[in-house]
């Protein structure tokens, strides 16, 4: 689940989330940077596409992500994201296999936007 003040917000938490679940996130550096761009039919979908972008990305360039400037417009998404080559120091968890339409849905808690979806594993 992702949550922030905008849709960007809410959607790099998310991200930051999946990677901590792969991860040590506290310990990915900046070393690479990759810049993706995603276009959904809508935001819960946008969600799901940015996701499983990302893990295509980790797998192709073998690293994991910790930090992401998301910028969505209407139904696409584009996002700078840094981080550092696999390795045992980043202390590797469970690899998560795909973002999934399971659970996804999102909503506003006040002036807090919310987003999540099941990742499958």
């Known amino acids: 689940m ?10 790099a938490e998310a991200a ?4 901590a679940y792969m991860c040590d996130i506290e310990k990915v550096g900046t070393e690479n ?3 993706l761009e995603v276009q959904a039919d809508d935001i819960d ?3 799901v596409e940015f ?14 992500y910790g930090a992401f400037e998301v910028r969505i417009n ?16 980043l202390g590797l968890k469970t690899e998560v296999k795909a973002a999934t339409y399971a659970g996804l849905k999102h909503w506003e808690d006040g002036k807090t936007k919310c987003i ?4 499958d594993v």
């Open 33 to 35: 940077k990759t810049k």
């Open 45 to 47: 979908a946008l969600l």
């Open 116 to 119: 999540q979806c099941i990742l």
């Open 2 to 11: 992702g949550k922030g003040a905008t849709w960007e917000e809410a959607f």
């Open 51 to 64: 996701l499983n972008e990302l893990l295509f990305l980790k797998d192709k360039e073998e690293t994991m």
């Open 74 to 89: 209407g139904d696409q998404l584009t996002c700078v994201t840094t981080g550092s080559p696999f390795s045992n120091e």
């Open 16 to 19: 930051k989330g999946m990677f």
